[in-house]
């Protein structure tokens, strides 16, 4: 399944290249600003082909990484307060990133800023169909949000949860979306139309 990672993936993942990862000091093509030597990781998301590693920073940042070169290719910033999830579609091409006021979504090859979706205010977990025209939304409000990527739209709203949901994955093949929330509870989705094929119980917390 393709998901975000967490924290402590993010911090393993940096600790694999920290021998070779450029410090920060690498402006990206076309110039940017310098960064902090000193940024930790928030969230990071990984392309399906596992070349491009989208990586979010508290001082809402982003980094993409190029892991075949071990190389910074884009710095994007724009993000407003409270930054809280990242996602990188499968190609490689848009990265999306959530604050307290909307969900933002970039090229991720020219850091062009395609969409604000304000809809999606406070978003704490984005993923990409595998095509990318698809935008899937988990929200402290307990709702999966379905949004169109060309325009913008919210076209399918899924409740069911009764605590804010935290992580979403998919299947390789995205016919099934599975969502998580903060009482440990697990529903899966038929993606395609919104029907809630099962729901799992136990987890004693977040999953």
């Given at each position: 399944?393709h ?7 993010v ?19 076309g110039?940017?600003?310098d ?8 969230a990071?998301s ?9 990586v ?8 993409i ?9 884009k710095?994007?910033?724009?993000l407003?307060e ?16 959530a ?6 979504i ?27 025209a ?20 919210v ?13 979403l ?5 995205g016919?099934?979306i ?7 509870k ?21 999953v």
């Amino acid at each position: 399944m393709h998901h975000c990672l967490s924290h402590r993936r993010v911090a393993a993942l940096f600790v694999l290249f920290s021998l070779s990862i450029p410090a920060y000091a690498k402006r990206p093509r076309g110039g940017g600003k310098d960064w902090k030597d000193s940024e930790e990781p928030l969230a990071a998301s990984l392309s399906a082909d596992g070349n491009r590693l989208a990586v979010l920073y508290e001082s809402k940042k982003i980094q993409i990484w190029d892991l075949a070169t071990r190389s910074v290719t884009k710095r994007i910033d724009g993000l407003g307060e409270e930054v809280r999830a990242i996602a990188i579609s499968r190609d490689g091409a848009l990265v999306a990133a959530a604050d307290k006021e909307a969900v933002r979504i970039w090229s991720a090859t020219e850091g062009t800023e395609k969409a604000k979706l304000t809809e999606l205010k406070e978003a704490q977990t984005l993923l990409f169909s595998p095509n990318g025209a698809i935008l899937y939304a988990g929200s402290p409000d307990k709702k999966v949000r379905v949004v169109n990527v060309e325009d913008g739209k919210v076209t399918a709203t899924w409740e069911g949860h009764k605590q804010a949901i935290h992580s979403l994955s998919m299947t390789t093949d995205g016919g099934t979306i599975v969502s998580s929330d903060a009482a440990g509870k697990v529903k899966i989705w038929r993606a395609g139309d919104g029907t809630e094929l099962n729901s799992h119980e136990g987890h004693s917390d977040a999953v």
